[in-house]
């Protein structure tokens, strides 16, 4: 009989030397269950620090989520080699600034690693762009997070990069400025006859209170999705140069630290720049043309209405066509 002791000793398993020891590999030797060849095979939300070159010359590490898929040409295997692809994605972009040639020797090393396989590979990477702004009087400044989105592929001898980032702004409905302008016209023909002469000092004090002013215009938070395909270069990626491009187009990007001066600032720009979703499409459109940079591009221009539940949307592209790097975004999940 065995003693109390020998039952409850832990059961020790000592494995074979890993040198020199043959491991299965399923993926590479078993066939498909079901032949078929596959759009696209790969993984997401993978975790990773990038080098980024921000605003000053220095290279700092920012976190990141990553997307790397190849697709899976030959029909009559089970799958790919995953590990590979993460493997080629530590190697560069945790020892390498983020550039467009850094994107194109990580896709090559997708390829080269599935030379049998594969044909096509895609990379995305994820992460948010800190920038500060000053505030627009006073002299205090704030950070800006700008949540951006690279995305390279490469077929055959075809390479794309696109850059895609989010701008927050604000957006003041022209419509509504109008309707409030007839309503305090109409104030006005109500509170002072024209018959009487106007005094100077009533009619200041009029136009600075809630009597005189019985209506304001609705506006609202809005977003501006930009997606550029990228001209071939070994430079850093123009992230700020972008958003600044849409911001100056705007003149009404949110503000970060904000006193009474600023808000009265920022009033000011809205009154200036009532626009509608259409008119801010268009003012993005038009400086995404005119930079040499950009090959192609496309713009999404959505006001968050305060005046409805739904949002007002405009679309933009390179001569009111597709977006042709959009097609393999489209495809995946």
């Not at 090559?108 to 049998?116: K, N, Q, R």
């Not at 002072?192 to 106007?198: D, N």
């Amino acid at each position: 009989m065995s003693s109390l002791s020998s039952l409850s000793s832990p059961i020790v398993i000592s494995p074979e030397p890993a040198v020199g020891r043959a491991m299965p590999d399923v993926a590479s030797e078993a066939q498909a269950i079901r032949a078929g060849a596959l759009a696209w095979v790969g993984m997401e939300e993978i975790e990773m620090p990038v080098m980024f070159a921000g605003d000053s010359s220095a290279v700092h590490r920012v976190s990141s989520k990553i997307a790397a898929f190849v697709n899976l040409d030959r029909d009559d295997r089970r799958g790919i080699h995953m590990s590979r692809l993460y493997l080629a994605l530590d190697r560069h972009l945790t020892s390498e600034p983020l550039t467009c040639a850094t994107l194109g020797r990580v896709l090559h090393d997708f390829l080269a690693t599935h030379a049998e396989l594969s044909s096509r590979a895609l990379l995305r990477v994820r992460f948010n762009h800190l920038v500060r702004r000053a505030a627009l009087a006073s002299d205090h400044s704030g950070w800006r997070s700008y949540p951006v989105e690279i995305t390279a592929r490469m077929h055959d001898a075809e390479f794309d990069v696109e850059l895609a980032v989010d701008v927050q702004y604000s957006s003041t409905c022209p419509a509504s400025a109008a309707l409030a302008r007839q309503l305090i016209q109409e104030r006005f023909v109500a509170d002072f006859t024209a018959s009487a002469p106007l005094d100077h000092a009533a009619v200041v004090a009029w136009l600075g209170s809630t009597q005189g002013i019985v209506a304001t215009p609705h506006s609202q938070r809005s977003t501006a999705k930009v997606r550029v395909k990228l001209a071939p270069s070994d430079g850093d990626f123009p992230i700020t140069d972008i958003i600044d491009l849409v911001e100056r187009a705007l003149q009404t990007p949110v503000q970060t630290a904000v006193k009474r001066e600023d808000e009265q600032a920022f009033a000011l720009a809205n009154g200036q720049n009532l626009m509608f979703c259409e008119d801010a499409a268009r003012r993005i459109e038009a400086v995404l043309a005119g930079d040499r940079r950009i090959v192609d591009y496309w713009v999404r221009a959505a006001h968050h209405e305060s005046l409805h539940p739904h949002d007002a949307v405009a679309i933009a592209s390179k001569n009111a066509g597709g977006y042709r790097l959009l097609d393999d975004r489209d495809a995946l999940p």
